[in-house]
């Protein structure tokens, strides 16, 4: 039986001036044949798999799509060609439109028709359900009832984008909130070097091996059931008392089992849903990704610039294509009201930092002063999407300059007058203190012992003293989980927060 892809569906957007892939299944041997307006192509199926590369074409609308293995015919219509990018990562990637600032309004309002907008289901693990769920998915229109659940990054960034450079931008979702960058990518991949290995490791001292797939679903749909249940209860406690500690709320109600037993239907298992849920639509022909996670590593952040890199690595292998764009979110500020300041998200933003930094074609998205103390999924997610597109306009289309698209870098520092001068890139005209001083600034001498420092504006330029440290030797700035936003660029974008030696 001919079939393609569950992504290619009416109304999908292709990516213009690329080849485009086209994939599926069939009967071995049989020579399928794709038609795309006055484009066609051809390749035999093998092994029940057939694939299908179109020629690159420039941007269009309501074109028809015809897929042939000379017994069966499919055919889509209203396909156009654009911009397509695969929007990943955990739940302030996932989290909606209609939960989103601006959402709602912008729900009644509409968004313009050239954008789009494909759900991967999300499914942890494969049962008899699988294979149909994804069937029906498809390519939505936007209108108030689908648009509900898009992605709200994914929506500005896409709005933006259409807007600039006036085609259709279809954005693939494939995310899942509370999921490690471990469960985007294979085993392999995160066996290959010492760093990642251990995510795979603690996994397998589980010995799941002795317990039989069926028996650990049991374990797991018995486990979502009692977690419902437990959710409810909870949102009443903090509905009544929006600060209370968790461990406060355990103690009421009972204990907490997120995420559940960990086996073959968890959906935070390693190397799980790059099983499930992204092998389903690679290599649907991108532009490039949207990433937006590194919540869930805080836990290991000495390992996630490893873990980060290799798994851009990974989707890049997958795609096929070494060069493919990869912009990210720098995580914002976040820190419950309860819980120490461990600056495990210092670590994870400078993770990010330093892979845009190391890796070409990587983009970055600074939202430092998009976070919100005691909620880990803001709902300020319009300036979070503008600012990717940013990245994008800037990086990948050239058609804005850099110092449009970031705020400071900061880039080296040189000792002088005793205090430290710092350096910094796309700040040529200087900075705008948000507050009635700059703060978040430290200096710590040899002993390592950090102490504020007082700021002072030079030009491109920030120049750091502290009474309390005669020869500084290391700076540092919004070095916390959570703090106050000071300093950003001219054009209203933040500092990026840093430090100038690593330990």
């Known amino acids: 039986m001919l079939k393609s892809a569950a992504i290619f569906s009416d109304h999908m957007v292709l990516q213009r001036n690329k080849k485009i892939c086209i994939f599926g299944e069939g009967i071995s041997g049989r020579i399928v044949s794709v038609t795309l307006g006055e484009d066609k192509a051809s390749n035999k199926c093998r092994d029940g798999k057939w694939m299908v590369y179109l020629p690159e074409r420039e941007a269009g609308e309501n074109l028809h799509m015809e897929i042939s293995d000379g017994k069966e015919t499919i055919c889509f219509e209203d396909v156009a060609v654009g911009e397509v990018w695969l929007a990943g990562g955990q739940s302030n990637m996932e989290l909606e439109l209609k939960d989103a600032d601006e959402g709602a309004c912008l729900l009644k309002e509409g968004i313009p028709e050239s954008v789009r907008y494909y759900y991967t289901p999300k499914l942890a693990y494969k049962d008899e359900a699988y294979g149909k769920i994804f069937e029906e998915s498809h390519w939505e229109l936007f209108n108030e009832k689908d648009g509900a659940k898009w992605s709200a990054v994914g929506v500005f960034f896409a709005r933006k984008l259409a807007a600039r450079l006036n085609v259709t931008v279809g954005i693939v979702g ?155 979110v720098q995580l914002p500020m976040h820190r419950y009201q309860h819980d120490p ?84 890139d796309y700040a040529e005209n200087g900075f705008i203190c948000r507050g009635k001083k700059p703060s978040g600034f430290e200096l710590a001498g040899d002993d390592g012992v950090f102490k504020d420092a007082e700021a002072e504006f030079q030009g491109n330029k920030v120049f750091l003293q502290s009474e309390e440290v005669e020869e500084p030797v290391m700076a540092r700035y919004l070095w916390t989980n959570y703090g106050e936003v000071t300093v950003s660029g001219v054009n209203n974008l933040p500092m990026a927060p840093f430090r100038t030696h690593i330990f």
């Open 174 to 328: 494939c995310n899942w909130g509370g999921t490690s960058a471990s469960c985007w990518m294979g085993r392999e991949m995160l066996l290959w070097q010492d760093e990642t290995r251990s995510y795979v490791e603690e996994y397998d001292a589980l010995d799941l091996v002795r317990k039989p797939e069926g028996e650990q679903i049991k374990e797991y749909q018995e486990y979502l059931r009692y977690q419902e249940e437990w959710d409810q209860k909870a949102a009443k406690v903090y509905e009544k008392e929006p600060m209370i500690s968790f461990d406060k709320v355990q103690e009421l109600i009972g204990e907490c089992k997120y995420p559940g037993p960990m086996n073959c239907a968890n959906f935070t298992r390693p190397a799980g849903l790059y099983e499930t849920m992204l092998k389903k639509v690679m290599p649907y022909t991108v532009k490039g990704f949207l990433y937006y996670q590194g919540e869930s590593d805080d836990h290991k952040p000495g390992s996630y610039y490893a873990l980060l890199t290799a798994m851009i690595r990974q989707w890049r292998q997958d795609w096929g294509d070494d060069t493919l764009p990869f912009l990210m």
């Open 341 to 424: 300041d461990t600056k495990s998200w210092c670590i994870i933003r400078e993770s990010q930092m330093r892979a845009f930094h190391m890796i070409r074609n990587t983009g970055i998205a600074v939202i430092i002063d998009c976070g919100q103390f005691h909620e880990i999924h803001p709902k300020n997610k319009k300036p979070v999407g503008e600012r990717l597109a940013l990245q994008a306009l800037c990086g990948v289309y050239h058609v804005i300059h850099e110092e449009e698209a970031f705020g400071p870098v900061y880039r080296d520092f040189l000792y002088r007058d005793g205090g430290m001068e710092i350096s910094f």
